[in-house]
Structure formats: structure tokens, C-alpha cells
């Protein structure tokens, strides 16, 4: 089973919509968590990194949480634009555990 | 902000050579680089941890004789995928952390085509 678990697998939402992707883990010990954007064919892009003490972090359009206690994040994209369409990937601790992403599409 | 550079971007080669993989940070020193194998719509999979000048750690299931990690200095690793077969088809990616820093930086990747 992997240790770290995303959801929804795949998402289409309208442009100008909100969406919220989860990352649940159970990657021990924890250090920090990270999401990545990917798209297709290129390398991974970071949007943000949290340790254990953060609750929230944002990246302009992108706020990320975590809740340590219940090992759980979740990606927040604000008023999503075409160009959002991509991977989202959650990535735990340094031993660089990987969700399998979420395939964001975001439609006109 | 910090580059991770990989080259060859792409490349096709026959099966049974070699192929080596290249990945520099451009503007920091990397004491610890990563590599990845990315099969089409699955999610990026680590192969082997490296830090500079040690041998490289590599995840189960990877075949250290295989793929060769090289990082001999801070900037530049590689990996060398030997005796290449068909199946060894994939989206390799590196990325790199700067030594005493959190953020890990991704290269664009390497497409390897092997017919």
C-alpha cells in the first residue's frame, strides 16, 4: 500500500472554479510535505513546502494545508485558470515519498 | 531561482547500448541528487538516492548493475542506463537539494526511446 494516498485519482472543473485536491500519508518519520505541479512531459515544479509545525501556506492562486495529527493535506486552487491544467503531486518527508497525483483539467 | 539542467532531453538508442543521463545544478551546490522513472499517466518513481561522493542508494526493485548513479562532484550526476532494452522506455527525471536546504529542485527530464 503506498504511503502516500491522493484524491480525487483525476478532476475537470470549470474555469474560474475553485478545487481542493488531498493528500492523505502515513509516511513515518515525518519531516515535511510538499506538493509539486507536473506537466505533461516536463519536470516537477514546487508550490509548496511545509514542516511539521505549519498549518497553511500559500503560493499566490495555490494554499496548501496540514494536519499533522491526522496526517492529512490538501491543495487549494483559487479561481483556477486554463493553465492549471497539470499533475498535482504530494510528496512526503525526505524520503521523498510520492502520491500518485491528481490530473487536473481545468475546461473554458 | 535554482535550475536543475538534464541532458539529453531526449534520445533514442538501440537496444542492447548504453545511455548516460546527465543532471547539473546550475547555480548551487547539490549534496544530495535524486533520480526517477515516470512510465506514461503514473506517477513519478523513485529510483536512487545519491550524495555527493557516495554511492548511491537505490530503492528496492531498482537494479544497481543497470542503471549506474554516478555523482562525482556538486553539481553533476548521472545515471547511465546499461545494455538498454525496450522496456526501459521512460521519462527519467533528477532532482537535487541543496546541501543544509529543504527545497528540492527538479530538472525538465529525459525522454528515453530505446527501439
Known amino acids: 500500500k503506498n504511503q502516500v494516498e491522493q484524491s480525487p485519482q483525476s478532476l475537470i472543473i470549470l474555469e474560474g472554479k475553485n478545487c481542493t485536491l488531498q493528500?492523505?500519508?502515513?509516511?513515518?518519520?515525518?519531516?515535511?510535505l510538499r506538493w509539486y505541479k507536473q506537466d505533461t512531459g516536463r519536470g516537477p515544479v514546487s508550490l509548496t513546502i511545509?514542516?511539521?509545525?505549519?498549518n497553511t501556506k500559500s503560493n499566490g492562486r495555490y494554499t496548501a494545508t496540514l494536519d499533522a495529527d491526522t496526517k492529512q493535506s490538501s491543495l487549494h486552487i483559487t479561481a483556477s485558470q486554463l493553465s492549471d491544467s497539470a499533475s498535482y503531486i504530494c510528496?512526503?518527508?525526505?524520503?521523498?515519498?510520492f502520491g500518485a497525483g491528481t490530473r487536473l483539467t481545468v475546461k473554458p | 531561482g535554482a535550475v536543475v539542467s538534464q541532458h539529453p532531453s531526449w534520445v533514442i538508442c538501440k537496444s542492447g547500448t548504453s545511455v548516460k543521463i546527465e543532471c547539473r545544478s546550475l547555480?548551487?551546490?547539490?549534496?544530495?541528487m535524486f533520480w526517477y522513472r515516470q512510465f506514461p499517466k503514473q506517477s513519478l518513481m523513485l529510483m536512487a538516492t545519491?550524495?555527493?561522493?557516495?554511492?548511491?542508494?537505490?530503492e528496492q526493485g531498482v537494479e544497481k548493475d543497470k542503471f549506474l548513479i554516478n555523482h562525482a562532484s556538486l553539481t553533476l550526476s548521472t545515471l547511465t542506463v546499461t545494455s538498454a532494452h525496450p522496456e526501459d522506455s521512460s521519462f527519467y527525471i533528477c532532482?537535487?537539494?541543496?546541501?543544509?536546504?529543504?527545497?528540492?529542485?527538479f530538472g525538465e527530464g529525459s525522454w528515453l526511446t530505446v527501439v
Open positions: 493528500c492523505n500519508y502515513t509516511v513515518s518519520p515525518f519531516s515535511n
Open positions: 510528496v512526503v518527508s525526505a524520503a521523498m515519498r
Open positions: 545519491s550524495n555527493e561522493g557516495s554511492k548511491a542508494t537505490y
Open positions: 547555480d548551487f551546490q547539490a549534496t544530495t
Open positions: 532532482s537535487a537539494r541543496e546541501g543544509g536546504k529543504n527545497t528540492i529542485y
Open positions: 511545509m514542516t511539521f509545525s505549519e
